[in-house]
């Protein structure tokens, strides 16, 4: 396992991140992601943090709250000290009725946190980010909550998830202008099968210093290949729950291309995915989530996974991206196409 900085700061996170979002189960949409209960989730605790991850994700939607209560459990059950591990959560969902339910105002955000600490069982939380943008609420309120939290200790370092390219510019700017804390990383679906966020999202965030966190890198469990073939899987995840929306045409493509390379490399397809992933520039830390031990397990042997050049370049261009505007006027007028 290698370690990487939080964006430009000098918070060194697993190159891995361990993402909770199974933790629980909760009801509606919850209940078909994952319902891990406490010891299954001690137990995929432990191997992460055997396994050299310190960076642990969470949000206080994901199964309203027992997520979060699962996994500041699992740090007293195994007895992980506070300063040996990264914890990130999220707020922005709605927790409960009423107007001021959700969102990134000031009102809701600074509630949300102090009530994800108290789920956590913790102090203070290393990584809190902006589960989504708020249309509603002006990009200087919401920096400033975040700056808040800050100033009073309760997180260390802030981040977004969601966000546009240019959101993103326009509140780093404001940052830098009012001197509030700093945007150190944003969280965003990136995998071979949704490369979208190379287009705004990847170049904003490399011009603003803000590392990119992974999440659903495998597009769902798509691009484990278990539901391409005469053998896929009906039981999985996107049996229960079709997201991120994909072109599964063109992503089992991808997996085929995926699956040559990993019998050329002995590895499994999942592996070449998150490989590939922790080869981009830019990337921070790739979340990856599991129901069962053995899947974080083949994850976690991702990191001793080497690409080739010809590996790269076959997965990306059997992933890449169709043209659009302006990025083919960027091309032809910054001299690339001859």
């Not at 922005?92 to 108290?118: Q, T, V």
């Not at 944003?186 to 490399?206: F, H, M, N, T, W």
């Not at 999942?270 to 080869?279: H, M, Y």
């Amino acid at each position: 396992m290698r370690y990487r900085p939080l964006g430009r700061s000098g918070l060194q996170v697993s190159e891995l991140c361990l993402g909770t979002m199974t933790f629980h189960g909760g009801t509606g949409m919850w209940k078909n992601i994952g319902q891990l209960g406490q010891s299954d989730a001690d137990e995929i605790m432990k191997t992460a943090f055997d396994g050299g991850i310190n960076f642990f994700d969470t949000a206080n939607v994901y199964s309203e709250g027992g997520s979060e209560e699962i996994l500041g459990q699992s740090l007293k059950n195994l007895g992980l000290n506070r300063h040996e591990v990264v914890i990130a959560s999220k707020g922005f969902g709605r927790m409960h009725e009423g107007p001021n339910g959700r969102g990134a105002s000031r009102y809701h955000i600074i509630d949300a946190c102090k009530a994800s600490l108290k789920r956590l069982g913790v102090d203070h939380i290393d990584l809190y980010q902006l589960h989504g943008f708020d249309f509603d609420t002006p990009i200087d309120e919401q920096m400033e909550a975040l700056d808040i939290l800050v100033k009073h200790g309760h997180v260390r370092y802030v981040g977004v998830s969601n966000w546009a390219g240019w959101q993103l510019a326009k509140a780093q700017g404001y940052a830098e202008r009012r001197g509030t804390a700093p945007i150190r990383t944003i969280q965003s679906y990136y995998s071979l099968a949704g490369r979208d966020v190379e287009r705004e999202v990847l170049p904003a965030a490399k011009a603003e210093g803000v590392g990119m966190l992974c999440w659903s890198p495998l597009a769902g469990g798509y691009l484990s290949g278990k539901y391409t073939g005469d053998d896929k899987d009906a039981e999985g995840r996107r049996a229960e729950f079709d997201f991120p929306p994909i072109d599964k045409d063109k992503a089992d493509g991808i997996v085929g291309v995926m699956q040559k390379i990993a019998s050329a490399k002995g590895a499994s397809v999942p592996q070449i995915a998150l490989a590939w992933l922790l080869a981009r520039e830019g990337v921070s830390s790739v979340i990856v989530g599991a129901r069962k031990v053995s899947q974080l397990q083949d994850n976690l042997g991702a990191t001793e996974v080497d690409l080739s050049d010809d590996d790269m370049a076959k997965l990306d261009e059997a992933s890449a991206l169709p043209d659009t505007y302006p990025q083919w006027m960027f091309e032809r007028q910054s001299g690339r196409l001859e």
